[in-house]
């Protein structure tokens, strides 16, 4: 089976699962007692808004409400394909889809930028753990990952902004863009006080992945080391370098490209507090809010949302995964 049959297959298995997905969360949605109407002529009555009961009619007639669960599921799923989530009125109105557009650059940059600081700076760690089993270095390192896994996320980022702030003299800490670059065009200018913004993010949410990664491979690594195949590629005479990396770290890896996929939700989702604590513009504060306030259309999305990239990231995983190991793909 070759790579493109191999994708189609697994994108096939995507489709009845994004289904079930989208099942569980319009029920949720449904949870908070009252309904969508209740609650946004609540939240307008509450500004000294009047809703006419023809307007009531209207939306309760947009929606589907009253009538049964299904024709409701279906009122709401099938406006996926053009682009229409529903409402959000915790926006003012402005459709589902526009506030997600809004966030959705920025959470994707720190999730995959998480992701790759995780990677790079995780394996090669683990490796030299590995490799130099008992050691000063593997000792200060296994240390360092339980203080990794230890310390709060958020706690991590109070610390790094007042290092950023009183060691090295960063002004401005919160977001991903100084006052002057939020609202301008792009240029090299605005990318690089991006870059200068971004790491405190990063750090912070790779962090506990990093010392996991490192655990990961130090503890399989180990265990490839001592299998017979490798004895057998130093026997033929190869550098250990190469050994370590054409030959075992090649097999030890693949719990950690198994877990790729499960990372990218939870990087998504667990950055909601570090986003609150440093002001960023992602979809974790925006899914807080619309659960405070029960704009229970926009939550579902964005929850809806967290499900797909659950998949594709499953996805990348597989294929990957079926790139470092062949035996995959033809299984």
């Not at 000792?139 to 702030?165: D, E, Q, R």
């Not at 990218?264 to 974790?284: D, E, F, H, K, W």
């Not at 925006?286 to 659950?310: E, N, P, R």
Request: include cysteine; charged fraction near 10%.
């Amino acid at each position: 089976m070759n790579v493109f049959s191999f994708t189609v297959r697994r994108i096939m298995t995507m489709i009845p699962m994004l289904f079930l997905v989208s099942v569980v969360v319009f029920l949720l949605i449904q949870l908070p007692p009252g309904d969508y109407v209740d609650t946004l002529v609540s939240q307008l009555r509450a500004q000294g808004t009047e809703v006419s009961a023809s307007q009531i009619q209207n939306l309760k007639k947009r929606y589907g409400l009253g009538q049964p669960k299904y024709i409701q599921y279906f009122k709401w799923i099938s406006g996926f394909p053009r682009g229409d989530f529903g409402t959000s009125f915790l926006y003012h109105g402005r459709q589902v889809l526009d506030v997600v557009k809004k966030y959705i650059g920025f959470t994707l940059l720190v999730a995959f930028s998480s992701q790759a600081f995780i990677m790079l700076v995780g394996i090669p760690i683990g490796v030299y753990s590995a490799t130099h089993q008992y050691s000063l270095g593997d000792n200060l390192v296994t240390v360092l990952g339980f203080i990794g896994l230890s310390i709060p996320n958020f706690l991590l980022a109070l610390v790094l902004m007042f290092v950023a702030y009183f060691v090295l003299n960063i002004p401005t800490l919160g977001g991903l863009l100084s006052e002057q670059y939020v609202n301008a065009p792009w240029s090299f200018a605005k990318v690089l006080n991006l870059l200068a913004h971004l790491w405190i993010p990063v750090v912070v949410l790779g962090t506990a992945g990093t010392a996991g990664t490192i655990r990961v491979m130090r503890g399989n690594l180990l265990d490839v080391l001592n299998l017979h195949y490798v004895n057998t590629a130093r026997a033929k005479g190869l550098r250990e370098s190469t050994v370590i990396w054409k030959h075992a770290v090649r097999n030890a890896i693949h719990p950690i490209i198994m877990g790729l996929g499960m990372r990218l939700p939870r990087l998504l989702s667990g950055a909601t507090i570090v986003s609150i604590v440093l002001s960023l513009p992602t979809l974790g504060p925006v899914l807080f809010q619309a659960l405070v306030s029960q704009d229970m259309y926009l939550a579902g999305s964005i929850l809806l949302f967290q499900c797909v990239l659950l998949l594709v990231g499953n996805l990348l995983a597989d294929l990957a995964l079926a790139y470092v190991d062949p035996r995959i793909r033809y299984g």
